[in-house]
């Protein structure tokens, strides 16, 4: 059984900066890719961004591009998610999850089988 604990949400003003961090129980954290996911009240959970499960590739959702940077600590079994120039609409509970299949990557929610228990992030403006 995996565990995924996120923390590092907050409330911040509009152009500051935060870091969620996501900590990774259980011996397999390096074959797997990550990722993070969001929702905001009354909408769908989104993709945020993915990592692959060395770090060589990383995924993007446009509205973030530029702003966010994911990575991981294969030895601290901890993925990271680097959130800068905030704005009011990046507001949501933001959750980590673990890829469904060794070695693989993907950016739809359902490809992903373990998740955290959410975060949240607000952003004033």
């Known amino acids: 059984q995996v565990q995924l604990v996120e923390s590092g949400g907050g409330l911040v003003q509009a152009g500051g900066s935060l870091r969620l961090s996501c900590a990774a129980s259980?011996?397999?954290?390096?074959?797997?890719?990550m990722a993070w996911f969001r929702q905001a009240p009354g909408k769908e959970r989104e993709f945020v961004s993915a990592?692959?499960?060395?770090?060589?590739?990383?995924y993007y959702a446009d509205s973030v591009k530029g702003r966010f940077t994911i990575s991981r600590d294969n030895a601290k079994n901890t993925v990271y998610l680097q959130m800068n120039n905030l704005k009011p609409d990046d507001t949501a509970v933001y959750y980590c999850?673990?890829?469904?299949?060794?070695?693989?990557?993907?950016?739809?929610?359902?490809?992903?089988?373990?998740w955290g228990q959410g975060t949240q992030v607000t952003v004033s403006s």
């Open positions: 999850a673990r890829y469904s299949r060794a070695l693989r990557v993907g950016v739809r929610s359902s490809e992903y089988d373990y």
């Open positions: 259980g011996r397999t954290f390096s074959s797997y890719a």
């Open positions: 990592i692959s499960w060395s770090a060589e590739f990383t």
